[in-house]
C-alpha cells in the first residue's frame, strides 16, 4: 500500500471532503490500485454527496475501457444516477458494474432520496419504499433523518401521512449533456419572467392612466361644480337685484296711486 492510501485510510471519514480525496487521487496513476481504493472510499463516505470534482481527474477518466471500467461506471452512476439504476444495469450486465458494500448501498439510496426530493416537495413513503428497493419504514426514515443531519436535506418527515415533507436540498452533480437541457430551462423560465414583467409594466401604465384620467375628471368636475356654484351665485343676486326693482317699482306706483286717490278724495 502507498503513502497515498495510507493517508486516506487515516482520514477520518466523517470529516472528509471530496476535496481530500481530490488530492491524493491526483498523485496517482491509472493502474494504481490506490486509485480505485479512493473512489471506493469516495462512495461510502457519508459527508460526501457530490463526485463531479473526483470524476473529472484525468486519471479517473482514463479508467474507461480498461480492466477497472466498472469503477468509472459506479462513480458516474454515483454522480448521476439512482439505486433503481444501479439495480437495472446489475441485471443486465451484472459484469459491467461492482457489487455494493453495504455503506456504498446506503449512500446510493440516499442519493436517489435527494434526486426524488429535487422534483417534488411532497414525497410519499410508499413512493421512495419502491424507488429505494426498501421494505422497511424504520429503515427507510433512519436514511432521511441522517440526511438531515447532514444538512443536504431540509425538511421533516409526516408520519401520520407517512410522507418526507421537503423543504430544500442539495444539488447533485449534472452531465455535460444535460447542461443544454438546462440552459433550456432556464431561458423559459427567463422568457416567462419577461412576459410577467411586461404583463406587470402594462398593468401599472393602466393604472397610471387610469389615475390620471381619474385627476382630470377630478379637476373637470371641481371647475364645473366651481362653475355652476358661481353661475348660481350670480343667478340669485341677479334675482334679488331683480326683486329689488320690482319692489322699489311697485312702492313707486303704490305711492302714486295713494297720492293720486287723496287728490281725488278731496
Known sequence: MNAAQNDIRNTKCPNATIKEYVLKAKSL?????????????????????VFGELLELSNVQALANTSNDPYLKLLQLFAY???????????????????????????????TILSSAKYCRHISYQVLLDELDLNSTRE?????????????????????????????????????????????????????CENILMKIETQIQKAKNMKDENQQAKKFMESTIVS???NLKQEN??????????????????????????????
Not at 439512482?82 to 442519493?111: H, N, V, W
Not at 447532514?150 to 401520520?160: A, E, F, M, P, T
Not at 401521512?161 to 430544500?168: A, I, P
Open 228 to 230: 355652476i356654484k358661481a
Open 29 to 49: 496513476q491509472t493502474d494504481d490500485l490506490g486509485l480505485i481504493d479512493i473512489i471506493k472510499q469516495t462512495l461510502e463516505c457519508p459527508t460526501i454527496f
Open 81 to 111: 444516477g439512482t439505486y433503481r439504476d444501479y439495480l437495472r444495469e446489475k441485471k443486465c450486465s451484472p459484469d459491467t458494474i461492482p457489487d455494493l458494500t453495504e455503506l456504498m448501498r446506503q449512500k446510493l439510496r440516499q442519493l
Open 140 to 192: 427507510l426514515e433512519d436514511l432521511i433523518i441522517e440526511l438531515i443531519y447532514s444538512n443536504v436535506l431540509k425538511g421533516h418527515l409526516d408520519q401520520v401521512n407517512k410522507c418526507l415533507e421537503v423543504d430544500q436540498t442539495i444539488a447533485r452533480d449534472v452531465r455535460d449533456e444535460d447542461f443544454q437541457t438546462i440552459t433550456n430551462i432556464l431561458g423559459d423560465w427567463l422568457r416567462s
Open 237 to 266: 343676486e341677479d334675482a334679488m337685484m331683480l326683486d329689488a326693482f320690482y319692489f322699489k317699482d311697485e312702492k313707486k306706483r303704490s305711492q302714486k296711486f295713494a297720492k293720486y286717490k287723496w287728490k281725488k278724495d278731496n
